[in-house]
């Protein structure tokens, strides 16, 4: 491996790009790599300069050459968002795009480094493609010792957390522990990102301009479905004091007051939410939030009225199943009776509730997957998200599945709903499934508003509710071919 003399420059990247992923790029909510420029701005505050190379909003990589040219970097350092979740699928279009990256940082004879989940789980591939070093897990205090390390031409043998190659060998060392100090690390860089950009192309459909922040890091629950390649199993949290301080910047920089808080589970820490409520009552900071949560932890306490006292709008809770059996096979923690508490709870103070849900686990059954689609009907949430099981290197579904997976292992976008295991069920089954259920959830929002039409006739005057009340008249006809079709189809040669 070469390094040059004298350079001190890092160039950030990550390797998401929501134009591969046709879903979200329509879906107009882009995310900035909050991992990234976390990282980035730690690196910063330790004296190294630091620019961003952002891929989200790009087709390709093909500008990263141009970007070299102009800022001639010692440092090339792939450090994917791990706030996000998309990236825990390791599309491969993601994955190849992080290849072309590592090959063009090559030519210029950069030192490549890469932090991400599919990196820590495949780092033979990374480092099969180039890249110099592989970061796993956590990654920015490794990253400032290896670069510390590389700078003083010192011996990188003792790092832990890295993975690397000496003479052919692949050199695995032992993983760091998670930083329990969350408040230690600067505000991220939000200065590196073309947050017009952005804002553009949230205004172009029709949304208030949102951005992305965690107040924690990892989860200690045990679904077996669940990857934590980052953080693992441990679960820290920054200071309701930190929080606010972070939401204040972004409010007073870029006039944002909307926020995605992109944990794992939100407010999982006794009492945080409360002092989070208080400590936003005393700067008299008004904002809105959208969370993910947990059904069983929503109603501990005062827990949901002090989320509504706080701003939050919307919380998105991984209801997965209406089948208690699939939750139990899943190690959820959860029951079908909380799910149906906590909704109506939620709703009784205003709050939106947004379902996760999870067809095609291990065992399930038409049965299982009525009960689900019956208590989408009941409960009416506000927003729907309905996937595949997809299995995930590092858990124990993986390693019941992992035989299956010899001729697929990753998506190639995440609208694609592969079934990559012997289900139940196959692809093509649980393609039509997922196009039934969201027409009857649709079908039954419009009954709901044509109830609502004739108790209060001033409803009739919301835009929203008169076009799903005439898209009934589509969703009904065509749900019941759908239903046809489901019922026809047999089991694993469907």
């Not at 040219?69 to 350092?77: H, I, L």
């Not at 993986?398 to 694609?416: F, G, I, P, R």
């Not at 929002?445 to 409803?459: D, E, G, T, Y």
């Amino acid at each position: 491996m070469n390094y040059r003399q004298n350079m001190h420059d890092i160039v950030f990247s990550h390797s998401y790009f929501y134009r591969l992923d046709p879903k979200q790029w329509k879906n107009k909510t882009p995310f900035p790599p909050l991992g990234t420029i976390y990282t980035a701005a730690f690196l910063r505050a330790h004296n190294y300069s630091v620019e961003l190379f952002d891929t989200n909003l790009l087709s390709s990589p093909e500008t990263l050459e141009a970007f070299f040219k102009k800022t001639n970097p010692s440092y090339f350092v792939i450090y994917d968002d791990g706030f996000n979740y998309l990236t825990k699928m390791c599309l491969t279009a993601m994955r190849e795009a992080a290849f072309e990256m590592i090959a063009t940082a090559k030519t210029y004879n950069c030192t490549a480094i890469v932090c991400s989940s599919d990196a820590t789980d495949h780092y033979e591939k990374y480092l099969d493609a180039k890249a110099d070093f592989i970061i796993q897990g956590e990654g920015e205090l490794t990253l400032k010792e290896l670069i510390d390390t590389l700078e003083a031409k010192e011996n990188i043998k003792d790092i832990k957390g890295i993975v690397y190659r000496e003479e052919g060998q692949t050199i695995v060392n032992p993983k760091r522990p998670v930083t329990n100090d969350l408040d230690q690390f600067p505000l991220p860089a939000w200065d590196l990102v073309d947050m017009e950009a952005y804002k553009a192309i949230w205004e172009s459909g029709g949304k208030s301009f949102t951005l992305n922040m965690a107040t924690t890091r990892g989860c200690p629950f045990k679904c077996n479905w669940c990857a934590k390649p980052i953080y693992g199993n441990r679960y820290n949290t920054h200071s309701p004091e930190y929080i606010v301080k972070h939401i204040a910047h972004l409010k007073e920089t870029y006039g944002v007051d909307r926020f995605w808080m992109c944990d794992d589970i939100f407010g999982l820490k006794p009492n945080w939410v409360q002092e989070f409520n208080e400590k936003l009552n005393e700067a008299q900071l008004s904002i809105s939030y959208y969370i993910q949560s947990r059904v069983d932890l929503l109603l501990q306490a005062d827990t949901i009225e002090a989320l509504a006292e706080s701003g939050l709008e919307e919380v998105w809770v991984g209801a997965e199943s209406g089948s208690q059996k699939i939750l139990d096979a899943m190690d959820k923690g959860i029951t079908v009776q909380q799910i149906y508490k906590a909704s109506k709870l939620l709703k009784a103070k205003g709050i939106r509730v947004a379902f996760f849900i999870q067809f095609g686990y291990l065992g399930e059954t038409k049965e299982d997957i009525q009960k689900t689609i019956d208590m989408i009907k009941e409960l009416q949430p506000d927003n729907l998200g309905v996937s595949v099981s997809y299995p995930l290197p590092g858990t124990k579904f993986y390693d019941k599945v992992k035989d299956d997976l010899k001729l697929k292992a990753n998506w190639t976008d995440s609208d694609e709903l592969a079934m990559m295991f012997q289900g139940t069920f196959n692809s093509k089954y649980y393609k039509k499934l997922h196009r039934y259920v969201h027409k009857e959830y649709r079908k039954s929002q419009a009954v709901q508003n044509f109830k609502s039409l004739l108790k209060q006739p001033s409803n009739l005057f919301s835009y929203s509710k008169l076009r799903s009340m005439a898209l009934y008249f589509y969703y009904a006809p065509s749900s019941k071919l759908d239903a046809f079709q489901l019922q026809n189809m047999q089991h694993k040669n469907a």
